[in-house]
Antibody, heavy 117, light 107 residues
Framework: QVQLQESGPGLVKPSETLSLTCAVSGDSITSNIWWGWVRQPPGKGLEWIGQIYHSGTTNYNPSLESRVTISVDRSKNHFSLKVSSVTAADTAVYYC???????????WGQGTLVTVS | DIQMTQSPSSVSASVGDRVTITCRASRSISTWLAWYQQKPGKAPKLLIYDASSLQSGVSSRFSGSKSGADFTLTISSLQPEDFATYYCQQTNTFPYTFGQGTKLDIK
């Protein structure tokens, strides 16, 4: 059973870079799984940010692509998210997630609230 | 981007009721649709994938179907633990997009 755990600062200043890491347990990050991120502003709906395969292949949401980088560290069995030049609009709960092919998100982290202020 | 339109935005129902939630895609997504349940303060939970496949461990009172451009999540007999917000997500085309959510609360 895959388990995901986000970590990173809960408060980021405007114009700075948000950085989060997702630790993967119960499976190898080199499995046939896409690892990704979803965010949810307080009281609002879900927004898909992007995903990465262990080979380094990425897919990003065009609305964020110019500011987002998702990377994978096979040696640490974790993957990361960076969002640059943040504003208050980037305040959200950030979830790391695992996608099996195109069949949706089978596992989610518990989520971590990042506030930009 | 593919727009996913869920209806209704909210619904009130009673324990034992049958409830249906619909999601319509702005263009064809084949059967690449997932349904999630989210409770307050918790991560979403996958219920249905590939439009009609029940995720392991999910109650059989949840079912998914497709008719034309419409996808439906049906809860056959509401239980107290089913009161939550439900989201659909298309995984046919990047960026993957979610519906706006349907809040199911107790009548």
């Amino acid at each position: 059973q895959v388990q995901l755990q986000e970590s990173g600062p809960g408060l980021v200043k405007p114009s700075e870079t948000l950085s989060l890491t997702c630790a993967v347990s119960g499976d190898s990050i080199t499995s046939n799984i896409w690892w990704g991120w979803v965010r949810q502003p307080p009281g609002k709906g879900l927004e898909w940010i992007g995903q990465i395969y262990h080979s380094g292949t990425t897919n990003y949401n065009p609305s964020l692509e110019s500011r987002v980088t998702i990377s994978v560290d096979r040696s640490k069995n974790h993957f990361s998210l960076k969002v640059s030049s943040v504003t208050a609009a980037d305040t959200a709960v950030y979830y790391c997630a695992s996608h099996i092919a195109q069949s949706g998100i089978f596992h989610w982290g518990q989520g971590t609230l990042v506030t930009v202020s | 981007d593919i727009q996913m339109t869920q209806s209704p935005s909210s619904v009130s129902a009673s324990v034992g009721d049958r409830v249906t939630i619909t999601c319509r895609a702005s263009r064809s997504i084949s059967t690449w649709l997932a349904w999630y349940q989210q409770k307050p303060g918790k991560a979403p939970k996958l219920l249905i994938y590939d439009a009609s496949s029940l995720q392991s461990g999910v109650s059989s009172r949840f079912s998914g179907s497709k008719s034309g451009a419409d996808f439906t999540l049906t809860i056959s007999s509401l239980q107290p633990e089913d009161f939550a917000t439900y989201y659909c997500q298309q995984t046919n085309t990047f960026p993957y997009t979610f519906g706006q959510g349907t809040k199911l609360d107790i009548k």
